[in-house]
């Protein structure tokens, strides 16, 4: 009798049976468990022997059981959470409305003066002139197309929001890494930083910058320079938080058994940084980049609000909902505010409750 086994243990140690599978050649026992653990166990009896008959049923043809990935364990446990895949549709559908969005509506900046009432400057008909040629309605006053609007505004949004986010990302593994690897001196003057950007007052600075910086410099001008400028103050004041979580992350794999084995031959730091430590940190990164994402959505809708963010008439949701708060259309017009407002508030929910699922799914023993 042949036995072969591989095994990768459990830190909770709890074994579901996942399949026993009888043949005249075999009998392959699959094994499997709610966190990372993958048993298989292939016993090759002769025919009779062990209780088995020798017409069991398996043909040596079939191909044996094979132990999920961590990656398929994940993306099973991601499937069945429904609310989590719904938010990931969405989030999908948002970012084919922002590439594709701007090509099929119409141009955000066009003025439809026989739509709008002139006596009370609020659009003709109900709901804020919604109709076929205008699913959301038009604007007060100037009757712009709502939808051709909000659709831009989402392209700005989430631009701003993923780059800003990779910025944060990208610095805070880095020093987030190299804090808890090195500790010391390295670990303090580090984590002095991070006190430092989480005390300052962003919201000030960014007026301030934007008050400071002309309208022309750097080689850039106009709403390039202004969306760059949003991506470097959001994105760079933000990795302190993203930094925290991988210290804390690498001050515990920094001790593990694969760490010392590799300086056990060796490897200096860089490499022990970049091809040990940094793999095992995927999931907490995928997680809180996640949730990084609809911050940085409100943070620029904020700036926007403020009169700080995109140069008008380029359309952004916090500029329209600060549109119609100072000008008062939501009194005459209330589908001006509720249109964008509601654009903001689905959008972080979904980031966030897709960030929930995609962490419940990562580590189970976050729940």
Known sequence: MALSRWCQLSPCGILSVGAIRYGDDNVRYA?????????????????????????????????????????????????????????????????????????????????????????FSRPNGPWGGISLAH??????????????????????????????????????????????????????????????FLAFPLLVFAIALVGVVPSSAWGMSGNFLRVVLLIFVIGFFAWPYMGRIIRGQ??????????DAARSIGARGPYILFRELLPNLVAPILVYSTLLIPTNILFEAALDYLGVGLIPPTPSWGQMLSDAVSNGFYQIDPMY??????????????????GDGLRDALDPRAR
């Open 31 to 119: 094994v499997d468990m709610d966190w990372w653990l993958r048993v298989a166990v292939t016993v090759d009896p002769s025919p009779g022997q062990h209780g088995l008959p020798a017409d069991a049923g398996l043909t040596s043809a079939e191909t044996a059981i094979e132990g999920r990935s961590l990656g398929q364990i994940a993306w099973r446990r991601l499937r069945r959470d429904k609310i989590a895949m719904g938010s990931g549709v969405f989030i999908v559908f948002l970012v084919l409305v922002a590439v594709l969005g701007p090509h099929f509506v119409a141009n955000p900046d066009v003025y439809h003066a026989n739509l709008i009432n002139p006596t």
């Open 135 to 196: 699913p959301l309605g038009v604007e007060p006053v100037n009757g712009r197309d709502m939808l051709a609007r909000v659709v831009d505004g989402t392209q700005y949004s989430l631009l701003i929001g993923f780059l800003a986010t990779v910025l944060a990302v990208v610095i805070g593994v880095v020093l987030g890494i190299v804090a808890g690897y090195f500790g010391g001196w390295v670990d303090t003057v580090i984590g002095f930083a991070m006190n430092v």
């Open 250 to 259: 690498v001050l515990s794999l920094r001790e593990r058994e694969f760490v």
């Open 337 to 354: 505010m509720v249109i964008p407002g509601l654009a903001i508030f689905i959008t972080v929910m979904a980031f966030n409750l897709f």
